[in-house]
């Protein structure tokens, strides 16, 4: 199993539309919760961090984290064709070391 | 934010010759940075912990006598994949963390390695 599930999609959306990204991880120690942005042959960029369970909002997204059932989302409201990338979620322990999902791609369409 | 860079963008070599991959911490000094590898449409994959003034820490599964890491001061950490091979072609990413933040890390841009 690996520690962190991510269903790598691709996802299609029209723009404007509410789009739901999740990860699943199997490591109850994890306690950093971040979710990056990777445009292609490009690295990755930082767009939200939660430290244990919670919501956090930023603009247009939404981060969650459920510590309980192992479960964090991304949302991004009113998406746009510029939001088209792909989504990686990350966890963290104590060490600073990442674990990242797949990856999810995302295009919405104008 | 912090900015770390990576030389070369983009390199091809020959099969059974090696490349150096070049990781820099451009304002701010970094006594850890992490090596990546990411292949078509797959996650970044830790390879190792690259730890100034001491040896790196490789991954289970990572072959440190091919992967050569030198973090020779507290801005640079070098990767050289020796012998490379086409299986090796990948694009390796490097990270250096936030030494002010318990999860902020700042990547590089990646390097693209073709072996033909």
Known sequence: QKEVEQDPGPLSVPEGAIVSLNCTYSNSAFQYFMWYRQYSRKGPELLMYTYSSGNKEDGRFTAQVDKSSKYISLFIRDSQPSDSATYLCAVSGSARQLTFGSGTQLTVLP | ?116
């Not at chain 2, 490789?58 to 890491?69: A, R, S």
């Not at chain 2, 390796?92 to 033909?116: H, K, M, N, W």
Request: hydrophobic content about 30%; overall charge neutral; charged content about 15%.
């Open chain 2, 1 to 116: 934010g912090a900015v770390v860079s990576q030389h070369p963008s983009w390199v091809i070599c020959k099969s059974g010759t090696s490349v150096k991959i070049e990781c820099r911490s451009l304002d701010f000094q970094a006594t850890t940075m992490f090596w990546y590898r990411q292949f078509p449409k797959q996650s970044l994959m830790l390879m190792a912990t690259s730890n100034e003034g001491s040896k790196a820490t490789y991954e289970q599964g990572v072959e440190k006598d091919k992967f050569l890491i030198n973090h020779a001061s507290l801005t640079l950490s070098t990767l050289t994949v020796t012998s490379a091979h086409p299986e090796d072609s990948s694009f390796y990413i490097c990270s250096a963390p936030d030494r002010g933040s318990s999860y902020e890390q700042y990547f590089g841009p990646g390097t693209r390695l073709t072996v033909t």
